[in-house]
C-alpha cells in the first residue's frame, strides 16, 4: 500500500505506479445478482447452457460490472492520509479489450497518470487496469478522476 501523507506528495507521484491489488474470482452468482441490479439479463451473462454455444464458449461478465469492481480490487493500493474525504469525479477514456468469462480470477493493477492542486485540495487521475489471469489483454482500462479534498 503506498501511503500518501497529503495532497501535495499525490501530486508529486504522477508516474507511480501503485502496483497490483488481490485476485478475485469473478463468479456466476456475482454475474447473476450484478444482472438482478441492473435488468440487463442478456443470455450471454446469465444462460449458462446457451452461452456455451456462444462466441466465448461460456457466460461472461457484464463490461460494467467489470469496472464496478476496481474501487474493491484497488482499495489497499493506495490511502491518503489529511484528507476529509475523497469525491468519485468521473471517469475518462474506459475500454473493455477483452472479456471476463464466469470463474475468470482478475486483479487490479494502478498508476497515477495525472494530479493537480486545486482550491480544496487535489483532482488525480489515476489509471486502471483490471487483467484477468492467464490472458494478454486486460478487461477493462480506466481513468478514474477523483477529488481530494482537504
Same mark, same amino acid.
Request: glycine share 10%; charged share 20%; aromatic share 6%.
Given at each position: 500500500?503506498?501511503?500518501?501523507?497529503?495532497? +501535495?506528495?499525490?501530486?508529486? /507521484?504522477?508516474?507511480?505506479?501503485?502496483?497490483?491489488? &488481490?485476485?478475485?474470482?469473478?463468479?456466476?452468482? @456475482?454475474? &447473476?445478482?450484478?444482472? $438482478?441490479?441492473?435488468?440487463?439479463?442478456?443470455?450471454?451473462?446469465? $444462460? =449458462?447452457?446457451?452461452?456455451?454455444?456462444? =462466441?466465448?464458449?461460456?457466460?461472461?461478465?457484464?463490461?460494467?460490472?467489470?469496472?464496478?469492481?476496481? =474501487?474493491?480490487?484497488?482499495?489497499?493500493?493506495? @490511502?491518503?492520509?489529511?484528507?476529509?474525504?475523497?469525491?468519485?469525479?468521473?471517469?475518462?477514456?474506459?475500454?473493455? =479489450?477483452?472479456?471476463?468469462?464466469?470463474?475468470? *480470477?482478475? @486483479?487490479?493493477?494502478?498508476?497515477?497518470? $495525472?494530479?493537480?492542486?486545486? +482550491?480544496?485540495? /487535489? *483532482?488525480?487521475?489515476? *489509471?486502471?487496469?483490471?487483467?484477468?489471469?492467464?490472458?494478454?489483454?486486460?478487461?477493462?482500462?480506466? $481513468?478514474?478522476? @477523483?477529488?481530494?479534498?482537504?
Amino acid at each position: 500500500m503506498h501511503v500518501f501523507t497529503g495532497v +501535495d506528495e499525490v501530486v508529486a /507521484a504522477v508516474g507511480t505506479h501503485l502496483g497490483h491489488g &488481490d485476485w478475485m474470482t469473478v463468479t456466476q452468482d @456475482r454475474i &447473476d445478482l450484478f444482472a $438482478d441490479a441492473t435488468g440487463d439479463h442478456q443470455w450471454i451473462h446469465v $444462460d =449458462p447452457e446457451r452461452a456455451a454455444d456462444g =462466441p466465448y464458449g461460456g457466460t461472461i461478465a457484464h463490461g460494467y460490472l467489470t469496472l464496478s469492481l476496481i =474501487p474493491a480490487l484497488g482499495a489497499d493500493l493506495m @490511502r491518503v492520509e489529511g484528507v476529509s474525504m475523497t469525491i468519485n469525479y468521473g471517469l475518462e477514456k474506459v475500454r473493455f =479489450p477483452s472479456p471476463v468469462r464466469s470463474g475468470s *480470477r482478475v @486483479r487490479v493493477a494502478a498508476e497515477i497518470v $495525472d494530479a493537480v492542486r486545486t +482550491d480544496t485540495g /487535489a *483532482r488525480t487521475t489515476t *489509471r486502471f487496469t483490471v487483467e484477468i489471469d492467464g490472458a494478454t489483454k486486460p478487461a477493462c482500462v480506466a $481513468d478514474s478522476v @477523483r477529488v481530494l479534498v482537504a
